[in-house]
């Protein structure tokens, strides 16, 4: 099984670029999050989504849209990005239940010049 | 909001064993998970307590004390391939999207 596979894995935009980054995963679940990692600062969730056709805020929304068509699928755009939304992004998958635990993509590292 | 608390640094020998504490603040908590993460890789699911106790899952044991609001993760017999970074998370709401702390970075020297 791929588990949760993230695409693009690196990518460099120029301030004000717009870019999708894409989640997938193969496993079923109902859960899918999007996390930014920051040095230092752990992972915040940015927007999460318990079924198809759901979307929430998270902690840090701004600056995002998500989209989940799909269950397997879950996507993360950038409209207008910033130097400040340079960041390592992960997404993740988990099925209903409290300690079942997130399935992690091995994350997109993004870089705005 | 919540928030976390766990060391930034721990280091230990090989065979050692090494406690990383964990307190939180929040409101509506259902449990608290660990995660392990190398070198920037995916974070993978080490544990979960959602009652008071011990949890142990091999090498690795996790305890929970709800009217604590703390928690550690224990790691024994420590090898060199348990050099990583730990989060400790808690789950807050009914929708299990978890809240994670700035993350311990262990290094186990031979």
């Known amino acids: 099984n791929a588990g949760v596979t993230q695409t693009p894995k690196f990518r460099v935009l120029k301030t004000g670029q717009s870019m999708t980054l894409l989640c997938a995963q193969d496993m079923n679940h109902e859960y899918m999050y999007w996390y930014r990692q920051d040095p230092g600062m752990g992972l915040r969730l940015i927007h999460y989504s318990v079924g198809e056709g759901t979307t929430a805020k998270g902690e840090v929304p701004d600056g995002y849209n998500v989209s989940r068509l799909k269950k397997q699928n879950f996507l993360l755009g950038l409209e207008s990005a910033a130097p400040s939304q340079t960041s390592v992004y992960f997404c993740?998958?988990?099925?209903?239940?409290?300690?079942?635990?997130?399935?992690f993509g091995s994350g997109t590292r993004l870089t705005v010049v | 909001g919540q928030s976390l608390e766990q060391p930034s640094e721990v280091t230990a020998v090989e065979g050692a064993i090494v406690q990383i504490n964990c307190t939180y603040q929040t409101s509506g908590f259902y449990g608290l998970s660990w995660y392990q993460q190398h070198d920037g890789g995916a974070p993978t699911f080490l544990s979960y307590n959602g009652l008071d106790g011990l949890e142990e899952t091999g090498r690795f044991s996790s305890f929970l004390s709800r009217s604590d609001s703390y928690g550690y993760l224990l790691l024994q017999e420590l090898q060199m391939k348990d050099s990583a970074s730990y989060f400790c998370a808690v789950s807050v709401g009914g929708d299990y999207k978890l809240s994670f702390g700035a993350g311990t970075t262990v290094t186990v020297r031979a």
């Open positions: 993740a998958s988990s099925p209903i239940g409290q300690g079942a635990g997130y399935t």
